[in-house]
Nanobody
């Protein structure tokens, strides 16, 4: 079963850091453009960061200079390094992106979402 699984969330104090991981599993040939979204209670889901297959990145203004998205194609994994965390960063963080799966000589690309991981920034 092809899927994305996030990990690394938890409770951290303001000013602290966390690194989220998003690993693609299953018969994966390659990962394409990937990104992170987050959703806080009572708010709409918002894009946090994105990374293209070539490594180009984009960030929401609210996290620029604090968050870094990266990818390790050999591990079929994307990361979100979060530094200088604020209470406003508290949310469920979701990984999403295009995964190309293989079955014999056949390949199929589809968009997937992870189940989400909770990040809570509190003293």
């Amino acid at each position: 079963q092809v899927q994305l699984v996030e990990s690394g969330g938890g409770l951290v104090q303001p000013g602290g850091s966390l690194r989220l991981s998003c690993a693609a599993s299953g018969s994966i040939f390659s990962i394409g453009a990937m990104g992170w979204y987050r959703q806080a209670p009572g708010k709409e889901r918002e894009s946090v960061a994105a990374i293209t297959s070539g490594g180009s990145t984009n960030y929401a203004d609210s996290v620029k200079g604090r968050f870094t998205i990266s990818r390790d194609n050999a591990k079929n994994t994307v990361y979100l390094q979060m530094n200088s965390l604020k209470s406003e960063d508290t949310a469920v963080y979701y990984c999403n992106g295009d995964l190309t799966s293989s079955s014999g000589s056949h390949y199929y690309t589809a968009h997937y979402w992870g189940q989400g991981t909770q990040v809570t920034v509190s003293s």
